[in-house]
Each structure stands twice: as C-alpha cells, then as structure tokens.
C-alpha cells in the first residue's frame, strides 16, 4: 500500500498529507475548490521549509515529498488509492454521505478511514458495503507533531484491517493506540471535559481566561491551557465533540457550556477566526 488518498485539505487534512508524502506515499488531497487546496499545498511547503531550517528534513527530502502531492475538487480522483483517510468536518451528516460516495468509487479492497474526533465508526462503515474495511485514523493536531494516532474500530472492522492500519501509523513515525467505538473514543472524551469546565469557570466569573490557562500550565504542566487548546482546536468543533458525548453518553456532565455556545453562535471559533477566548487578529 503507497498510495493514499485525503478528503479535505483543512489543517488536519493538510498535515495527512504532509506526513504521508513524507514517508514516501503517493498521496491525493481533494477538497470542494482549488483555493483550498492553494493554500494546504502553501501551509504543507512552508511546515517543510521549517524542517528544513531546523535540520531534520534535507531539501531533496522536502522537494521530493511536495512532488509525491496531486490535488483535485472531485472525489473520483481518490479511485486508485490503496487508503483513504477522510479529515473533512466534524459533521455526522457530511461523513456519512462522503463515505457513501468513496464506498461507490475507490476499488473494492481500499481501506476506508475516518479522521473523526468523535462520530461513531459502526455508524460511518454501515453507511458502505465493506463495513469490515472502514476504521478510525483519529490524528492529533499539529499532525506533522504530534505523535499519537488513535486507531479507533468498528463493530464490524475487522483484525487485518486494524493490523495494517496500525503498522501504517508506525510507518509514518507515529504511535498508534487501538481503541474501541464509543463517543468520543479515548483523547476527547478525557479532553473535551476538562475544556468544558475551564469555560464555565470563566462564564461563573471564578477567574479570567489568562489566569485559567496559567493554572492549568503552571500547576498541572500542561503545555497549553485549557482555554488556548480550545481556541486551536477550534470552538465549533469543541461544541460538536461535547453535542456527540452528551447525545452518545447521557450523562449531563457533557452538557456544553452556554457561554461556548453563545460564543460559536457569534462566529468567534478561535484562532482561525480570529478570535475565541482569545484574540488573534493581529
């Protein structure tokens, strides 16, 4: 397997790619329009460029890894990929209609994979004809970074399929952990929480942004506050995460915090918007 496909070339999408290209595959990202890919293909070169700067990564290394990474705007260019890791947004509905579409037109033995931080893996394979070949690659963000892959299974994913899945993780210098299908998986169902309540500490008025962040970092040694964190990973996709615990678990202490509510209601995301608990607009 060397070929890959990427559906979506959002930051998560983009830094698939990069660390696949990088490991030698041939790698195809696809997004709705050219845009879009622009700029991954921008951010993707100038990550590399930073490697390089930092000694780790050879020009010939970089210039090869960008030359392995074709674009495309339509799904139908994913039909000879060997897996395809789907990294599009954190919408139930969007993955279940994506995967319906790459079930129909990647050949029969491709693997199927979902970059989902929370939906359900069963729900996502059920919406195709090869159930025992879909899985979970959940990347951590920034992917180029970040170690961990959590490999998330099915009710119908099979051994070989998360076998192959896990060896490619560790291909990619990565560290895979098998997990099993419920809301949230392992990382966001501890994380998402914990956010959570830093906002509500800030909406009850207990302290400001700043001095919750510093708790967090300087008393827990967490290398970003709570609140920050939030604002990378994106605001909306925090409140989609904490929707599916709540919904999936029961359990009221997944209720999402009215003020995070109220926050993606006005458009104020984080970092790629600007602004979230914390102002990036300059």
Known sequence: MKTIGVVGAGTMGNGIAHVFAQSGWSVCLTDVAAPLLEKALATIRGNLDRQVKKGTVTPEARD????????????????GADLV?????????????????????????????????????????????????????????????????????????????????????????????EVSDYPGFVANRVLLPMINEAVFCLMEGVATAESIDTVMKLGMNHPLGPLALADLIGLDTCLSILEVLHAGLGDDKYRPCPLLKRMVAAGQLGRKTGRGFFSYEK
């Open 85 to 177: 890791v789907e990294a599009a947004t954190e919408r139930q509905d969007l993955k279940f209609k994506l995967f319906e579409e790459l079930d129909r037109l990647v050949q029969p033995d491709a693997i199927l994979a979902s970059n989902t931080s929370s939906i359900s893996i069963t729900s996502i394979a059920a919406r195709t004809k090869r159930p025992a070949m879909v899985i979970g690659m959940h990347f951590m963000n920034p992917v180029p970074v970040m170690q961990l892959v959590e490999v998330i299974r099915g009710q119908a994913t099979s051994d070989s399929t998360t076998l192959l899945v896990m060896d490619i993780a560790r291909e990619l210098g990565k560290t895979p952990v």
């Open 64 to 79: 090869a890894a960008l030359a392995r990474i074709a674009t495309g705007t339509e799904l139908a260019a994913l039909q």
